[in-house]
């Protein structure tokens, strides 16, 4: 068995196109590589997904064998009964914590449904800065292990974060003073299950978008994730899982605080490739995002480094828990509303960008994918997406 394969798991096909992924080291990172910070800049600037190797360093073996031990956990808690599962839904308490089903998300303005369900754990809630959510057994038994993961979670973003302030010239601390782990905010543990779908009608399960918070880390054991690098000329690619690594990526926040120079990248998932198809899709990811009451906005500072807005330019004041509870409740059925489709995107408009002044391409296996012309008409046209000619 290689390093780049999971056991029991059929192998990722050698033909699938692949993303450009950079391979990042976290020991590197914290080590002070200067080479790998600069990659690791770059990455957050080109695409905004990366895989970083949690292997070598006691952060992250720490949370790589929780994540082993909570896809477990997430497998357990899938098995309970629908009516169970459907009790911990609190959408309509105008909450996103708690269970999605099958199904009761849009995925596209025509009110497409999506084809997962997940369940929600807010850190808030596991560390005891808030009230608990009613939660299942498997759930409420698991909080010390959850508690481990969220720790080692933040630590990771927070280093991130530090790096990225150093890079961006902004005051020290900037970035992970709006990020604070005891201050209330929309963090999240989701699991993800997706089952298999009918060969005769296999289809995105979950629609393109870009994430709400500020840095996503994300382990998965089968492909499906797939992203739309930048370009006009951008075509969708899987992301292959890979063991002992993450894949981390960013959300809306850092654009909307770097005025676009951070990425946060368009991305969906669709049936796993080859025979990785059969199987059922299980997921594990910790949403980061800014301090509840936190502005998303472009950050005081850094003035050679983030560009300025635009002349006449006036930016939506906006905080980061009414900015996710626009972008999560607005599109879950029965409050989905097509002619508010648009209000309810993120930072699409911005991934999109034709010129890229040294976007790396460094990929794990093949990347030439063939899109569908009007899989392509459909991502023009729902996006809208603005060409920048420059950065």
Sequence with gaps: MSADTFSGIPLF????????????????LLSGD?????????????????YLD?????????????????????????????????SYDFSEKKSYFGYKGYGTGVIDKAGTLDRNEFYNVSK??????SSPWPAPEIITHN??????????????????????????????STLPSLHRLRIPSGDQVRFVKAPPQPPQDSRTALGE????????????????????????????????????????????????????????????????????????????????????????????????????????VV??????KDWILRRAIGKRVGVFKPEEWEKGQGTEKLSQR????????????KRVAVVKPEEWEKVQGTEKLSQRSSL
């Design 13 to 28: 096909p050698d033909d699938a196109p692949t993303a450009p992924l950079l391979r990042l080291s976290l020991q590197k």
């Design 34 to 50: 200067e080479v790998e910070s600069e990659r690791f800049f770059s990455a957050c600037k080109d695409i905004g997904f990366f």
């Design 54 to 86: 949690l292997r070598g360093v006691p952060e992250g073996d720490s949370i790589l064998e929780d994540a082993d031990q909570l896809f477990d956990v997430g497998e357990q808690f899938f098995d309970l009964s629908v009516a169970e599962k459907t």
């Design 124 to 129: 808030d809630d596991i560390l005891s800065i």
């Design 143 to 172: 909080r010390p292990l959850l508690k481990s993961y969220i720790l080692s979670a933040h630590h990771i973003v927070t280093f991130l974060l530090s790096t990225l302030t150093t890079y961006l010239h902004l005051p020290p």
């Design 209 to 312: 978008h870009t994430d709400f918070g500020s840095i996503t880390i994300l382990f998965n054991r089968l492909g499906g994730l797939q992203v739309l690098p930048p370009g006009k000329d951008a075509e969708w690619c899987y992301v292959q899982p890979l063991p002992g690594h993450a894949i981390v990526n960013l959300g809306d926040a850092m654009v909307k605080f770097t005025n676009g120079l951070l990425r946060s990248n368009i991305h969906r998932v669709v049936a796993p490739p080859g025979k990785q198809a059969a199987r059922t899709r299980y997921s594990l990811v910790y949403f980061a995002r800014p301090e509840d009451e936190v502005l998303l906005k472009r950050l005081e500072g850094g003035e050679d480094v983030i560009p300025p807005l635009g002349e006449g």
């Design 315 to 320: 930016e939506e004041e906006i905080c980061s």
């Design 354 to 365: 034709s010129s890229l002044g040294g976007f790396r391409r460094e990929p794990i296996g």
